[in-house]
């Protein structure tokens, strides 16, 4: 009997802010969180995606160019609209998600959630929008927050959505 193979997610990890080193093995950490997330993406090819591990000033900058908003914010998701596989890799590149670390860090400290824990749950959150998942009603925002939180309990890292 032969067995089928799955499809491969390939997250890169970029760091450009060195404190982002309070995060062990965040490379290994990305590997992880793409091998999670992969049968939530439900694609049949292999994918690809960047995270980008970077500053409250970088998020900022990017924030106001492409969203209008001249603040920093916690994650922010670039798809990609090219919906062809790489004809070198043959990957189809999802896109790019950026995570400040001062904000994780503050929101982390303000739930009492470790910092890796709450970078987690952000690259997970960055990586359902590349996978074209949102939150801009009840409905949608409901299914986004039940996939998140089925992923993370993989992790053993609780509902970040319970209100004590």
């Given at each position: 009997?032969?067995?089928?193979?799955?499809p491969?997610?390939?997250?890169?990890?970029?760091i450009?802010?060195?404190r982002?080193?309070?995060?062990?093995d965040?490379?290994?950490?990305?590997?992880?969180?793409a091998?999670?997330?992969?049968?939530?993406?439900?694609?049949?090819?292999?994918?690809?995606a960047?995270?980008?591990l970077?500053?409250?000033?970088?998020?900022?900058?990017?924030?106001?160019?492409?969203r209008?908003?001249?603040?920093p914010?916690?994650?922010?998701?670039?798809?990609n609209?090219?919906?062809?596989?790489d004809?070198?890799?043959?990957?189809?590149?999802?896109?790019?998600?950026?995570v400040s670390?001062?904000?994780?860090l503050?929101?982390?400290t303000?739930t009492d959630k470790s910092?890796?824990?709450?970078?987690?749950?952000?690259?997970?959150?960055?990586?359902?929008?590349?996978a074209?998942?949102?939150?801009?009603?009840?409905?949608?925002?409901?299914?986004?927050?039940?996939l998140?939180?089925?992923?993370l309990t993989?992790?053993?890292i609780?509902?970040p959505?319970?209100?004590?």
């Amino acid at each position: 009997m032969t067995g089928t193979s799955s499809p491969e997610f390939a997250l890169n990890c970029v760091i450009e802010d060195a404190r982002w080193s309070a995060v062990p093995d965040a490379n290994q950490l990305c590997t992880r969180i793409a091998g999670a997330c992969l049968p939530t993406i439900n694609h049949d090819t292999a994918i690809a995606a960047t995270v980008l591990l970077t500053d409250d000033a970088h998020i900022q900058d990017l924030n106001a160019r492409f969203r209008d908003q001249n603040k920093p914010t916690n994650v922010l998701s670039f798809p990609n609209d090219d919906e062809e596989p790489d004809p070198e890799t043959g990957a189809l590149y999802l896109g790019d998600i950026a995570v400040s670390y001062e904000t994780v860090l503050r929101e982390a400290t303000e739930t009492d959630k470790s910092l890796q824990d709450h970078l987690t749950h952000m690259i997970i959150h960055g990586i359902l929008h590349l996978a074209g998942f949102d939150h801009e009603d009840d409905a949608e925002a409901e299914e986004m927050e039940s996939l998140e939180t089925d992923i993370l309990t993989g992790f053993g890292i609780s509902d970040p959505y319970t209100h004590i």
